[in-house]
């Protein structure tokens, strides 16, 4: 932006700007997140970071205000039509619907689109090969999909992200939501797949 900027590396600007200007960073520094890293806030170099915030009672920003609640099972749960449950997240390398992030090949290159990650028993029961495409469907509409058979997800699981609008896990989610927290249902409600070959 026509700034001459003096910095010459991400160390440099951590160091002697970032860890300066921010209270909680001020004792994190390049060398000392070599290794396993440091959980901020850190507020001096000798201070060993914070593994848990919130503990003991005592809150960084004021009291909290904690309720214990009953769990709630989701509204919709697999059935003999729709017997597998579909949970929602985010992928490492995009962010939300990749308004930014999909403008970046190079983001684009290590992951360039949704795939309904499940496990190596139910890939065998329904006879799909990794990498084929299926269809996954819940009441509420369908996304044709490339298949991942991993070890990272149980048998019964269906796991997808939401960014790729042409395969986006919430076309399917259901749209309930929760009673205490008014919060959407969004990482559980039951789903079919079925193999397009």
């Given at each position: 932006?026509?700034?001459k ?31 396993d ?43 003999k039509?729709?017997p ?8 490492l ?8 992030t ?8 290590l992951?360039?689109?949704?795939t ?47 960014h ?10 259901n ?11 969004y ?11």
């Amino acid at each position: 932006m026509g700034h001459k900027w003096k910095s010459d590396s991400a160390q440099e600007i951590w160091d002697n700007e970032v860890s300066i200007l921010a209270p909680q960073l001020v004792g994190i520094k390049y060398r000392r997140i070599e290794g396993d890293g440091l959980q901020w806030p850190a507020l001096s170099e000798d201070h060993p970071g914070t593994a848990t915030l919130h503990k003991d009672g005592c809150f960084t920003c004021g009291l909290g205000v904690l309720k214990p609640i009953d769990c709630i099972p989701p509204v919709e749960v697999p059935d003999k039509e729709y017997p597998f449950v579909l949970s929602t997240g985010r992928r490492l390398y995009h962010y939300h619907t990749r308004t930014q992030t999909g403008r970046s090949q190079s983001i684009n290159d290590l992951l360039s689109e949704e795939t309904a990650d499940i496990s190596a028993a139910d890939a065998e029961e329904k006879g799909i090969a990794d990498g084929e495409m299926i269809s996954v469907k819940s009441r509420r509409g369908e996304v044709v999909v490339k298949v991942r058979v991993t070890k990272e997800v149980p048998q019964g699981l269906v796991w997808m992200a939401f960014h790729f609008p042409e395969a986006c896990a919430n076309w399917l989610t259901n749209p309930v939501y929760d009673p205490i927290t008014q919060t959407a249902e969004y990482k559980a409600c039951a789903v079919r797949i079925d193999n397009l070959k």
